[in-house]
């Protein structure tokens, strides 16, 4: 189909539908962003409060439990915090560009502004075929980047869990021995 033969409303309403699918994905990946900074705080916190304890109270069989548990609390809680620190995702801001590339900014591509007096030219629907072609792409790209983030933050909440329940049962190790 050429653009002579395109439906003017069909192209326009897939380019506003193509820019509100891209502003949800960027909003989920902020979203994400925030629980990821909630959970690193958290274990953060909950590291610098359980990492100044001193020594091993307990003799023994219970000693040896205590090392083992409460070093693995200390070392989950940490990879709990790594990984949900949003600082170590590659961040990708998405251009708005006629040709494909990887984008650095936000902005328009160089070739873009460049352009602009020969695009005045061409048909609207073409430009506008050609921008949401683009920001399919885009889609795909901040998609890829969310995945990640649900990845990491399902796996940050494991760690975290599972350092808090060691955390638990050094306090009854505690608890009872004493």
Do not use: C, H
């Amino acid at each position: 189909m050429t653009s002579g033969d395109a439906n003017p409303e069909t192209v326009r309403a897939l380019l506003d539908e193509t820019r509100w699918m891209l502003e949800e994905e960027r909003a989920e990946g902020a979203r994400l962003d925030t629980r990821l900074a909630v959970l690193t705080g958290f274990a953060g916190l909950t590291l610098a409060l359980i990492a100044p304890t001193f020594g091993n109270p307990l003799p023994g069989v219970s000693g040896i439990f205590f090392d083992v548990f409460y070093t693995g609390a200390l070392l989950l809680l940490a990879l709990a915090a790594l990984l949900s620190a949003s600082v170590l995702f590659k961040v990708k801001i998405i251009w708005l560009d006629l040709a494909p590339g990887n984008p650095s900014r936000t902005g328009a591509g160089e070739e873009l502004l460049d352009e602009l007096g020969r695009l005045s030219d061409e048909p609207t629907m073409q430009v506008e075929r050609r921008i949401t072609a683009t920001l399919a792409e885009r889609i795909e790209e901040q998609r890829a980047g969310n995945d990640l983030r649900w990845t990491r933050f399902r796996l940050a909440v494991l760690a975290l869990v599972s350092a808090l329940l060691l955390v638990a049962a050094v306090a009854i190790l505690v608890l009872f021995a004493l």
